[in-house]
């Protein structure tokens, strides 16, 4: 079974750093694509962030230049440095990946738990 396990969420004050890891585990081929999503209480979720497996990297216009997507395709991670921390970056994120399951191509998107990330003084 393929699954997508995170970790690195937690308290932090304004302005500070944290770093979000998403590793993947099962029978995986390779790891086309890698998200980051983050949903704050009473919105609805919102892509962060999104890496391919060449690396190519976008982001979210409210995070471009605080935040950091890179992936580890050895080590089927993903990681997410968030740097100059808002209270409004407050939220659950949730890592999505796209895995490609058997080298014929088929895939599964499959979904991380979601991680906590308060930003409060």
């Known amino acids: 079974q393929v699954q997508l396990v995170e970790s690195g969420g937690g308290l932090v004050q304004p302005g500070g750093s944290l770093r979000l890891s998403c590793a993947a585990s099962?029978?995986?081929?390779?790891?086309?694509?890698w998200r980051w999503y983050r949903q704050a209480a009473g919105w609805p979720r919102e892509l962060v962030a999104a890496?391919?497996?060449?690396?190519?990297?976008d982001y979210g216009d409210s995070v471009k230049g605080r935040f950091t997507i890179s992936s580890d395709n050895a080590k089927n991670t993903v990681y997410l440095q968030m740097n100059s921390l808002k209270p409004e970056d407050t939220a659950v994120y949730y890592c999505?990946?796209?895995?490609?399951?058997?080298?014929?191509?088929?895939?599964?998107?499959?979904w991380g738990q979601g991680t906590l990330v308060t930003v409060s003084s």
């Open positions: 999505n990946a796209v895995v490609i399951v058997s080298i014929y191509g088929e895939y599964l998107e499959i």
């Open positions: 099962g029978s995986i081929f390779r790891v086309n694509n």
């Open positions: 890496v391919t497996s060449g690396g190519i990297p």
